[in-house]
């Protein structure tokens, strides 16, 4: 039996094998009990309703994954490649031609498998959990123009890939690495004002005190940009989310508008500052330079495949070409490309910690951004004890309990090192407080959460 067929095979059941045996681990670590830190933003109701999200969501997505991976060993061992490949031959194009219209053809009918998936998803799973405000005009006009995105950026790109690994030589994978990580580059300059304007409606957040506090606070950590923006994020659903997008001098802070109207402006202002840490501690670069790394080598093991005739013959194919060299190598490149995302993943959670801390010492709102955080797992009806195989596998981001007692740390030990002791009683209010719930202005005082968004709402905050 072809080598190269049998190590495909394994690969691709290996791999469902994973990722079913990651969503039962995490389906059995659902915990009935809500942990104590969460009691004042969960009720029992709304806990039973999180963890029920997450069994639907879970269920769907292995089934999803069973059906797909059944789907791919029955057109691999049907021969699918070579007659789409015989399909894309019959206009008798020239070869770049061909091989565009190939993996066009392919893309299409990826896509058409995964639309009934996508459309169940949002419009039953979502919809029965209170997310989904997608309509139907609006599911169809982001396939359409997703679509028409990556016909203008996608095909260039895919055109100059194929053309340098044909005429390029042993050098083609140098060539194509430089061309990719250019156009990954001109893209982060581009998606603020082209790219993500076609999907939704940015519009400069509004002028008065929480604009105003935003401004103050991004001016006295020195980083310039170009405004702050509000995304009609309500158009497709309820989530929430903030987050600091382009380069240079098309950089901008934008936030969901739904995340505007869940939490105050103290919790919007940390959240802000957790942003701002990944910025000014470089976590983009630092992560785009991981990903072109993993690019090049890639590109490197890719030319060692092309054309290579018995994993040709895997697929059952009767011609060599280097456009399903492309998709073929894809297959053997997933055990390295899972092992390079878990690593990815373990930075990015650590970068995640690192923002929270940048947050903290630059804001002294540890208390608003767990609060923060806490009303968002909430409204996203969060796993709140996801299993730490899921997490090592595909978690970008910290469970939400360890990222709070991370920033609980922070906070005692900056409250040690101060000596500062904290009074029992609010200045402003007078109500009686738990000492650690109480934060310093600099004009008022210890002052408690309430009156804090109190004084910042008013603008009259130091």
Known sequence: MNP???????????????????????????????????RDVFDRHRYARSQEYTRVTTRFAMVRDAVLTLLTLGFILAHGFNALDSLARQPGLPPMATGLLFIGLLLLLSGLVNLPFSAYATFVIEERFGFNRTSIRTFCGDILKSVLLAILLGTPLLAAVLWLFERGGAMAWLYCWGVLALFVVVVQFLAPVVIMPLFNRFTPLEDGPLRQMILDYVRKEGTPVRDIHTMDGSKRSTRANAFFTGLGRFRRIVFFDTLLARLSPREILAVLAHEMG????????????????????????LSLCIDNRLLFDAFGMEHLSIYASLVFFGFLYAPLSLLVSVALHHVARHHEFQADSYAVRTTGLGDALISGLKKLAAANLANLTPHPFAVALHYSHPPILERIRAIRRLESAQAGESGQKRPEVCALCGRQQDGASLRWDGQQGYLCPDCLDEVAACGCED
Request: negative net charge; hydrophobic residues 55%; proline residues 5%.
């Open 278 to 301: 990944h910025l000014r501690l470089h976590h983009l670069p630092r992560m785009m330079g991981a990903t072109l790394l993993q690019m090049g080598f890639m590109l490197y093991l």
């Open 4 to 38: 190269y067929l049998v190590a495909v095979l394994a690969i691709i059941l290996c791999s469902h094998l994973l990722e079913q045996a990651a969503a039962l681990l995490n389906l059995r670590s659902l915990d009935p009990e809500l942990p104590s830190e969460f």
